[in-house]
């Protein structure tokens, strides 16, 4: 999923300020993924934030057509890292889809990932249902893959935990492999892991969907239950930027926490090709690519090819292969070709909406780099 801060500071410029920033210099265009894949202007980065603008101004009155081209942005961010100018699109985005939801209420289906993403009794029950149902279910309804089997709360550590780790919503259900990954992955290098149990959604779901009060909410109650941790582990990419802001910048992503252990954890030989998703989010904001690329270094004889077909984006885009899961798949179609041409027995993506997304679209495993790597523990 995708991330980005949940709220504006109250000192921060206005919107129109923001995008005001734009010289229209076009550079962010041949980056951009739905700019990739229907090459007109309104879905460009330069388009959009134009669009906003004239919204902002008043010179341009809010229409259904201009809405979708807004609802089309992936909020990959890929468009910052080309502007020369340094245009802050995710906070443009983040306020521009806060205004239009002031003027035009959610569909459902945003509605329901909401509520899900921030009740976490009625997750529960949903994703047991969801569970159960899967396999009558048609394939158009099966947003997401099958939840694996519930699992017993992480335990806690022994002694003075030294880590906290940030769970997330969904991945509460679909992530406990990972999480005992990641504790098995700390344990080798001495340090505890632990898992507050007051945390909850990180809210960057809703700050995308324009529900701020949500957002600073659930950004609240973060702050509250990592209170007293000296540093907080993220799993997801698409979360660290939400959790990073409700923990006052002592998040860090658990890729680069464990490649700071120059010498360890030890890795035995793995003579495997693997295939490499890395998430935007991972990329464009955590910027945890390399530490990552690092770390599947040191596992000796390991093959590792990077799956980067098509547009520059797997579509998942937080809500978006829920909401629209037709316009989802063309974006990942690419990167599952590539896949399964590649000789590659599983597939690595460290954010857990691509993973999920990516998942659903093929028969082979599609994993969390730390489930990888803590299989190669020597
Ligand atoms: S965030 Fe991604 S999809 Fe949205 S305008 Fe920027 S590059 Fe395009
Ligand atoms: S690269 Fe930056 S300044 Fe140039 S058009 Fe895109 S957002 Fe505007």
């Known amino acids: ?27 962010c265009l041949p980056v951009c993924p739905t700019y990739a894949l229907e090459p007109i202007e309104t879905e460009s980065p330069r388009g959009r934030i134009a669009l906003i603008k004239a919204w902002e101004a008043g010179s341009l009155a809010p229409t259904g057509a201009g809405d979708r081209h807004l609802d089309h942005c992936l909020g990959c961010r890929r468009c910052e890292t080309a502007c020369p100018a340094g245009v802050e ?14 003027r035009r209420a959610p569909g459902w289906r945003q509605r329901g990932a909401e509520r899900l993403a921030a009740h976490s009794g009625l997750r529960r029950v949903a994703l047991a249902l ?11 309804l099966r947003p997401l893959p099958r939840p694996p089997r519930a699992t017993a709360r992480s335990a806690q550590a022994a002694g003075p935990p030294e880590a906290a780790v940030f769970i997330g919503c969904i991945a509460q259900q679909y992530e406990g492999p990972v999480r005992a990954a990641l504790a098995a992955l700390l344990d080798a290098i001495g340090v505890r892991a632990s898992f507050p149990a007051a945390q909850t959604c ?36 698409g979360c660290h930027e939400a959790v990073a802001d409700a923990v006052d910048g002592r998040a860090v992503d658990a890729i680069a926490y464990l490649a700071r252990h ?10 495997e090709r693997i295939a490499l998703h890395l998430p935007c989010t991972q990329r464009n904001v955590v910027r945890s690519d390399a530490p990552l690329h690092d770390l599947l270094a040191r596992v000796p004889e390991l093959d590792v090819v990077v799956i980067d077909a098509g547009f520059g984006c797997c579509g998942a885009a937080g809500t978006q292969m829920m909401i629209d899961p037709a316009r989802a798949a063309r974006f990942r179609q690419p990167l599952l070709d590539q896949f399964a041409s ?23 495993p599609v994993q969390h780099p730390l489930e ?6 020597s």
């Open 130 to 140: 969801y569970r159960m149902f899967w396999p009558l279910l048609p394939a158009a």
């Open 262 to 271: 120059v010498d360890a954890p030890h890795f035995a030989p793995r003579r």
């Open 1 to 27: 999923m995708t991330a980005a801060a949940p709220c504006a500071h109250p000192a921060a410029p206005t919107l129109y300020a923001l995008t005001d920033q734009c010289v229209q210099c076009g550079l």
């Open 372 to 377: 990888f790597l803590s299989e190669c523990l």
């Open 342 to 364: 590649s000789g590659a027995t599983r597939l690595l993506s460290a954010n857990i909406g691509c993973r999920l997304h990516l998942a659903n679209g093929t028969v082979l």
């Open 202 to 237: 990180c809210g960057a779901l809703h700050a995308h969907g324009g529900d701020r009060a949500t957002a600073q909410r659930l950004e609240a109650e973060n702050r509250r239950a990592f209170a007293h941790a000296e540093v907080v582990l993220t799993l997801a990419s």
């Open 89 to 102: 699109y995710g906070p443009i985005l983040i306020r521009s889809r806060a205004h239009q939801r002031e």
